[in-house]
């Protein structure tokens, strides 16, 4: 077998294991561009990996990812072969739940720092233009978020 023959088996097999994690067929995975994203944490180690789905979809098979874990706008995946199976239980229970503050959004009109009605991970705080409250943190599922994004939706208890 030639390199390029080993390279396109590779990607096959790839493309396979993909389709595969998103509950797709090869054929649906074919309809739609996307990228992989590691997700590592701040030290680098990679505990899983996110889908991107590039705008363009059918809807048929947004609707297929739709219950699909998430983290803002990555379907969240495992694909055998790229983590330890012994550790995967544990990386989906990690990856399944993120954590959200309370968040400070200054009131142009008012002149005031007002607390948003949303709570938000500190990417969404930013996203907002916003800072977190230290010391409000609530460890939730990610799908208590806003689709594709980094916050919950107005006066969520997080209790």
Known sequence: MSSGQLDDEYDREEAEAIAAALY????ELNE???TIHEIANDDGLVYGYGVEIKEGAPQHILDKLAPLPR???????????YADDADQEQMEIEMARTTVYKVKLYNIATDEVVISRRMATYEGAAK???????????VVDVTDLEPGEEWTPRDFDAS
């Open 24 to 27: 797709l067929t090869p054929n």
């Open 32 to 34: 739609i561009e996307y």
């Open 71 to 81: 983290r803002g706008n990555l379907v969240l995946i495992h694909v055998q072969g």
């Open 128 to 138: 907002m233009g916003g800072w977190t409250v230290e010391g409000t943190g609530h």
